[in-house]
């Protein structure tokens, strides 16, 4: 293949781990769907596109790969030669993507019907049907990041592991098969999440057990980290220290983690977590060191994938905060927690909120019950209405016991109680 130059395609093609003639065989199907006639795209000419010698593909080309990648031809390295009418708006692409995936929008009202539903399915399935759920997949991370775990999200998630699961079972090549069981995984996985963050542990251990089988068939470490990574925190949330270290150390010797300094952080961060649980300070820090340097090396501008893509420099932030508080450091816990809100990013409303809670319980076992309670006020702010996650209220039940055992005659602690505590407890 000649030399890449189309660097944005070559990104996007690396990052759903398409060949070009996957890439070929996917516009061809999105041709036939937005005029009715197959096209005849090849892999030579998905090469020509990659090494620049081709720079602006014919209109119907162009059209099915903004169809099927999601993003206009200028975002995917491609140039308009002279004159040329501009390339559609996003506005207009994301009609022309609904035509082709199928896709459900991200709304409550969505995820009560099926999820996956597609108008007709050829007897064959391809490259176009991995893509079409994986559209699905961030469908619903989107919905998770807006309103949290919960009933119908969980129910969307497994909707779409059983559409996964009844894809591979038909017509197709080994490689796509195992990128449906690890689609299947992954549904699942976040069916066991919306569990964990909605504060409903028993149910998801049995879902995280099915994404890990699911993962081992699919062979992709990937899911493999993501579901070991989801075992650390259930395990912590529930009490059961010893095997939230284990589920971190596993997802340390993925190959996910071994080959990636972001995931390898994300990793030894959940370790240390379930060390400082463990009353094992030293071996805390250290894990929590190993983190810093791992996360030093990692490109965090990177593509990654959508279950990790919240990690980074204001995530382990988060995760020294809890560390730092959970071995008896409150003053450098309360520290990373500023710095955990000032690294975090605008949209990361439910990040900030979990952060927020965290800094006032920080604050709180500094003996500065005062500043504490106005702290954890904000987390109202923040949320202006919308529910809290089941995470959220069990650390604000956290901060109530332990306002109540540090001041229990202090009129602000009284005030706090009075004001928040039925808005905590019912959101």
């Known amino acids: ?47 020509r596109w990659l090494s620049g010698e081709n720079q602006w ?22 140039v308009p030669r002279g004159n040329r009418r501009t390339a559609p708006s996003q506005e207009d692409l994301s009609v022309h993507r609904r035509r082709f995936v199928g896709a459900a929008t991200g709304t409550a009202v969505a995820v009560s019907v099926p999820l996956i539903a597609a108008p007709s399915r050829p007897s064959r399935v391809g490259t176009a049907d991995v893509i079409r759920l994986r559209d699905h997949v961030e469908t619903l991370v989107a919905m998770d ?18 559409e996964a699961l009844d894809l591979q079972k038909r017509s197709t090549t080994q490689r796509v098969r195992q990128r449906l069981f690890a689609l299947a995984s992954d549904f699942t996985a976040t069916a066991a999440w919306s569990l964990i ?23 992709d470490p990937e899911t493999t980290m993501q579901v070991w990574n989801l075992r650390a925190m259930l395990a ?35 370790t240390a977590i ?80 979990h952060t927020t809670a965290r800094l006032a319980l920080a604050q709180l076992h500094q003996g500065e019950v ?16 919308a529910p809290l996650s089941g995470r959220t209220r069990q650390m604000l039940g956290d901060f109530q016991r332990d306002l109540i055992t540090l001041a229990p005659s202090a009129r602000i602690a009284h005030e706090w109680m009075d004001r928040y505590r039925t808005e905590w407890s019912t959101l």
């Open 236 to 270: 912590r949330q529930g009490k059961r220290y010893a095997e939230a270290v284990a589920a971190a150390q596993a997802a340390q010797a993925t190959a996910a983690a071994r080959r990636s300094p972001l995931h390898a952080s994300l990793a030894h961060g959940r």
């Open 1 to 47: 293949m000649a030399e890449t130059k189309n660097e944005a395609l070559a990104a996007w093609m690396n990052d759903h781990q398409m060949s070009a003639a996957e890439l070929a065989k996917a516009v061809n199907h999105a041709i036939r769907d937005l005029t009715g006639k197959a096209g005849s795209t090849s892999e030579r000419t998905a090469f």
């Open 370 to 385: 005062e500043q504490a309670c106005v702290t954890s006020g904000e987390v109202f702010t923040i949320m202006n209405g």
């Open 274 to 353: 379930g060390l400082a649980y463990q009353g094992d300070q030293r071996g805390a820090l250290r894990s929590l060191g190993r983190a810093e340097e791992t996360l030093s090396r990692a490109d965090v501008t990177a593509p990654r994938p959508s279950w990790i893509a919240f990690y980074g420099p204001a995530e382990l932030y988060s995760l020294t905060a809890i560390v730092r508080d959970v071995v008896g450091n409150p003053a450098e816990a309360e520290a990373a927690a500023y710095r955990a809100l000032a690294a975090l990013p605008a949209s990361f409303r439910r990040n900030r909120v």
């Open 197 to 219: 963050d909605a504060g409903r542990l028993d149910s998801a251990g049995r879902h995280l057990d099915r994404a890990l089988t699911l993962a081992g068939l699919a062979q």
């Open 57 to 78: 593909p014919q209109e119907r080309q162009r059209r099915a790969l903004e169809t099927v990648t999601g993003r206009t031809a200028g975002d995917l390295g491609f």
């Open 145 to 162: 990041a807006e309103r949290g775990g919960h009933g119908a999200l969980e129910q969307a998630a497994l909707a779409g592991a059983s």
